[in-house]
């Protein structure tokens, strides 16, 4: 199990990072899906490995993270 757990979050590590450096070398728009997405999982993952680690910061500044790419997921399927 804690393998796993592990893993889950080097992925959600790698998607949020992975995310930036898109954005960074403008490979991707910041309002175009895939980078919300990428940002909504790797959030999403490093929320279910702090919070087996008890990193309760990271959980929270992850929440954050999450909700910011959902309410702009929302607002881009509202347009």
Known sequence: M???LET???IGSLL???AYGLISYQKIKSDSLIFQLMN???GV???INSVYKEAYPF????TVW???AVSSIIK???K
């Open 76 to 78: 881009k399927k509202k």
């Open 66 to 68: 999450v909700v910011i």
């Open 45 to 47: 993952l490093l929320i």
């Open 16 to 18: 949020v990072i992975g």
């Open 59 to 62: 959980t929270f500044i992850n």
């Open 2 to 4: 804690q393998v796993l």
């Open 8 to 10: 889950i979050g080097w």
């Open 40 to 42: 909504l999982g790797g």
